[in-house]
Each structure stands twice: as structure tokens, then as C-alpha cells.
């Protein structure tokens, strides 16, 4: 059975720093990464990494976040620097194996 699940959420100030993690469990996923959705708002690509490690950030992010893979462990992971308040989400692991798969979501919270 394919999961994924993950953790590294939590509840933080402007500026500070969080570092989500996600391992799959099964086969190694072709893409990994993180999606994340606001209330009230649609669900958006955060970073993704193919196993090749080929890393894909979306253009909000103007560098403060790191995504990295771990193969051997079937794993990836968000490193997020000078978190913001309208970083303020439930993140999501995705992993694409000829279909999507989703793990629970974490919660992250960034306070002013």
C-alpha cells in the first residue's frame, strides 16, 4: 500500500524557521514535493524534485524555501526560512507513481 505522511508542522513567529519532512511508504515515487492550501484558497504547488533531483519552486517563494530528497528513504523534505504570515497553511506530500498520492497535511501556522 502506497502513503505518505508527514510531519514538521507547528506554529511559529514571522521570520522563523520550520522543516517539514515526508516518507513514503511503497515503491519511489517518480516526483515528490509539497503543495499547500490556505483557507479559503485553492491548493498550490509549493517546491517539488524528481528522483533525478531536479527541484521545481513556485515564483512566490523567492528563495526562502529548500526542498531535498532523500531516495535511499524514500523521503522528502521542506526546509522554509523567513516564514511569513501568508505562509500560514495546511501542507500537503505529494507523490506522483502513475497517479497522485497525498499524505494527510500538516498545519503551519506563522504569526505577526
Known amino acids: 500500500q502506497v502513503q505518505l505522511v508527514e510531519s514538521g508542522g507547528g506554529l511559529v513567529q514571522a521570520g522563523e524557521s520550520l522543516r517539514l519532512s515526508c516518507r513514503g511508504s511503497g515503491s519511489m515515487f517518480a516526483t515528490m514535493g509539497w503543495y499547500r492550501q490556505a483557507p479559503g484558497k485553492q491548493r498550490e504547488l509549493v517546491a517539488s524534485?524528481?528522483?533525478?533531483?531536479?527541484?521545481t519552486y513556485a515564483d512566490f517563494l523567492q528563495g526562502r524555501f529548500t526542498i531535498s530528497r532523500d531516495n535511499a528513504k524514500n523521503s522528502v523534505y521542506l526546509q522554509m526560512d523567513r516564514l511569513q504570515p501568508n505562509d500560514t497553511a495546511v501542507y500537503f506530500c505529494?507523490?506522483?507513481?502513475?497517479?497522485?498520492?497525498w499524505g494527510q497535511g500538516t498545519q503551519v501556522t506563522v504569526s505577526s
Open positions: 505529494h507523490g506522483k507513481l502513475f497517479r497522485d498520492y
Open positions: 524534485m524528481t528522483s533525478g533531483y531536479v527541484a
